[in-house]
């Protein structure tokens, strides 16, 4: 099993839709992130978390929001989905550090 | 502005060239990540390093702190390490990561 899961993998959805993109780890790790990737352009920062009771806005937190349900699980929700939400979106962990960077295997979401 | 670049934006070698990637870095990081995309879309991180040297297998990392500056190195490549490389580095706070654009390798057998 995978250390770091995310559903799901891929989703097709209307404008105006909510979406949750879930994820959940194995590893332990305190510290979790959710990217976006776009072509041409570097990893981007949605939010992340430090514990349950931690979360903190990344460079381009409009339009989306997030929830700690547990040390394992992080939840990224698009409220009401626009089409330049259309991206390849990453869920991360990482042990306090000098703690490696675990990836999940990515969420395609295209909004129409 | 990008604290983080890496070259080349491509690069095309074949089979069994010594390939070298380059990234630099304007802040001050407490590490540096080496990671891999292939396509379909996983990323996996292939080095941590805050200072020297790391090999693994057919793959060396290399940092040099004074110059902002890390390299990483495949010998004898493989169609098999097709992929992009990412470069991230790690504020010096510990909290932030900035990421390159990546690195996108094509080995021809």
């Known amino acids: 099993d995978a250390d770091v899961t995310q559903t799901p993998r891929n989703r097709i959805t209307k404008t105006g839709k909510r979406i949750m993109l879930e994820c959940s780890q194995t590893?332990?790790?305190?510290?979790m992130y959710w990217y976006r990737q776009d072509p041409g352009l570097g990893l981007r920062l949605i939010y992340y978390s430090f514990d349950v009771k931690d979360i903190n806005k990344g460079e381009i937190s409009d339009g989306y929001s997030v929830s700690r349900q547990a040390q394992a699980k992080f939840s990224l929700s698009l409220e009401s989905a626009i089409p330049n939400q259309t991206a390849l979106y990453f869920c991360a962990t990482r042990s306090s550090p000098p703690g490696e960077l675990f990836f999940g295997e990515g969420s395609r979401l295209t909004v129409l | 502005k990008n604290e983080v670049e890496q070259s080349p934006q491509n690069l095309t070698a074949q089979e069994g060239e010594f390939i070298t990637i380059n990234c630099s870095y304007s802040?001050?990081?407490?590490?540096l990540h080496w990671l891999q995309q292939h396509p379909g879309g996983g990323i996996v991180s292939l080095f941590m390093l805050s200072s020297g040297k790391k090999k693994h297998g057919r793959l060396i990392a290399t940092i040099n702190i004074q110059e902002k500056h890390s390299s990483l190195h495949i010998t004898a490549s493989h169609p098999r390490d097709s992929a992009v490389y990412i470069c991230?580095?790690?504020?010096?706070?510990?909290?932030?990561?900035?990421f390159g654009t990546g690195t996108s390798l094509t080995v021809i057998p």
């Open positions: 802040v001050g990081i407490s590490a």
């Open positions: 590893k332990g790790h305190d510290r």
């Open positions: 991230a580095v790690i504020g010096g706070t510990g909290n932030q990561f900035y």
